[in-house]
């Protein structure tokens, strides 16, 4: 059956909709119990509760999970993945982060610079410093993970 004009429920909205449902049964909640209810993880207010860093960017908390980068290089590409994160969920190629690290290599990689002296990768590879294509990063939210 088509949906008709002005049916939220059968059409494209559906995500309005529910957001409203959600905030109109939170309101309840709190008016009946007194409470407030958390937020949506996916809120804003959520999201920043879930991500924090030190000023320097050698503590790091992505979505629950902490992580530690060594003053320097590795704490500068986290700063400039991080900036773009901020700025809307962009990508940075390896030569856009080489600069931004100041790093004379004229074959600059990421993954080495997030490799330890046994060349195993950095914990947060893979989980927090994602791949989008061929020598271009990004930081992906848990939801994104592939």
Known sequence: MPAERGDESK???KGRRWS???DAKAKAYQASNGKDVPP???SPECVKEQTSH??????VVWFGTRYSFTKGQQTEAIRALWEEWVSGKHTLSELT???KVGSANDHFRLDH???DRERKLHPAWK????KASKGVYYLAEPNEMA
């Open 11 to 13: 059409s494209g909205s």
């Open 20 to 22: 409203k449902n959600l």
């Open 40 to 42: 949506h993880p996916a």
């Open 54 to 59: 030190s000023d320097d960017f050698t503590s």
């Open 97 to 99: 982060i080489a600069e």
């Open 113 to 115: 610079l997030f490799r």
């Open 127 to 130: 989980n927090m410093i994602q």
